[in-house]
């Protein structure tokens, strides 16, 4: 792009930095020549979709020429009625990031500002950066109070100020897994003004475990300005059909339906989330291959004696104690692929997600041949 171009941009995308995806597997292949590498970069389902899936999705072939349902009824319909909700109250995105954008659009301009903490998703200062807002970064927990690197809700509504419209919550987070209690994330909730928006973002929501960990798609009734944002990509293993929703009360979802594009969710990520929906087993052998995945990484990640971030997701955040660019690029010729995130304030870090037993393995191999 030319400078005169770049210029003609509003000031927020000037300065912007593109969301930086893990590296794909073709593109190892490509560049390094190894045909036999394992990817723990993007946090995805590694057992893939169910058969039930699979199934759904020939049947959609028939209709390739038509335009998707650009209400997602049918999807709508069953999500209601997981939640309990008001299909009304369902808005379908192009995987909940086109919610977060959603939420983004409707509702930030440069004369208003959003919340969140540091070192969470970096969707939630892309989309608050690119409208022109201000983004107010609240200081995350030094493991004095509440988990290191985790959200300080303290310093969050600390944070919250007049010109404030959006609050972004990650629970559990990405990059670091952590994650919130049911009552103070509730107290938090309670205690943000009316008018501002609280997007509780619960990507990872199947796979945490933890006692204390709330539902939070079972607020919606109590609070206005909640939503609530779940995803199809990871624990149902649909990341490449980009498939996702939110969770609010009718008034807010139609709000963010204003913004939304004309079919925004294409007709085989329709079929593919129903039919994930019904296979409850499936969504139980990717937890469990979760469970036990994340239990060898630990035990894996002590024998190295390397520390790591305790994590609710399907990932692993891992102090490498030294440069992890540097890291990163010496498991790439072990033919591994895991994710550095420096661009969240992490430089010593690596986020390793959770593989099949053999992949886990060999990414603890090659940590140890890297590291040694």
């Known amino acids: 792009m030319t400078a005169s171009l770049l210029e003609s941009a509003i000031p927020g995308v000037q300065g912007l930095r593109p969301y930086a995806p893990g590296k794909p597997l073709s593109e190892l292949e490509r560049e390094y020549g190894i045909t036999d590498a394992v990817k723990l970069a993007s946090n995805e389902n590694p ?3 169910s058969e039930s899936v699979l199934e759904a ?12 349902d650009g209400n997602g009824f049918e999807l709508k319909a ?13 808005t379908l995105g192009n995987g909940s990031n086109d919610v977060l954008e959603m939420v983004a659009r409707a509702f930030l301009s440069p004369q208003s500002s959003a919340v969140f903490s540091a070192h969470a998703f970096a969707v ?18 030094n493991g004095s109070r509440g988990p290191m690197y985790g959200h300080d809700l303290d310093a969050m509504h600390g944070q919250i100020a007049d010109d404030t419209r959006v609050v972004f919550i990650a629970n559990p987070n990405n990059p670091t897994g952590t994650w919130l209690s049911a009552d103070a994330l509730r107290a938090f909730v309670e205690s943000v003004p009316g008018d501002v928006v609280v997007v509780i973002d619960e990507a990872y929501f199947e796979y945490v475990a933890e006692a204390d960990y709330p539902d939070t798609s ?14 199809f990509s990871k624990a149902y293993g649909l990341a490449s059909l980009r498939i996702g929703y939110g969770i609010s009360q009718p008034a807010l979802a139609d709000v963010l339906n204003r913004v939304r594009q004309p079919f925004n969710v294409n007709s085989f990520a329709q079929l593919a989330a129903r039919a994930a929906l019904d296979d ?22 002590d024998e190295l004696t ?7 997701g399907n990932f692993i955040s891992v102090d490498v104690g030294r440069d992890a660019g540097a890291v990163y690029e010496a ?7 895991v994710r550095p995130v420096d661009n969240y304030g992490m430089p010593g870090y690596l986020r390793i997600s959770i593989g099949l037993e053999h992949e886990n393995q060999r990414c603890l191999e090659a940590l140890g041949k890297v590291l040694a």
Do not use: C
Request: glycine share 10%; charged share 20%; hydrophobic share 45%.
């Open 47 to 49: 057992l893939g979709p």
């Open 57 to 68: 999705l020939q049947g959609g072939f028939d209709e390739l020429a038509r335009y998707p």
């Open 78 to 90: 069953a999500l209601a009625e997981r939640h309990g909700v008001s299909p009304e109250g369902i």
């Open 124 to 141: 939630y200062p892309i989309v608050t950066q690119a409208i022109g807002a201000r983004s107010r970064v609240a200081t995350a927990h």
């Open 218 to 231: 079972r607020w919606i009734d109590e609070f206005p300005n909640l939503l609530v944002t779940r995803t």
């Open 280 to 301: 409850r087993q499936h969504l139980a052998r990717a937890i469990e291959v979760n469970r036990k995945g994340m239990a060898q990484l630990t035990a894996g990640l």
């Open 306 to 312: 390397l520390p790591y971030i305790p994590s609710a």
């Open 331 to 337: 498991l790439l010729h072990e033919g591994v692929i």
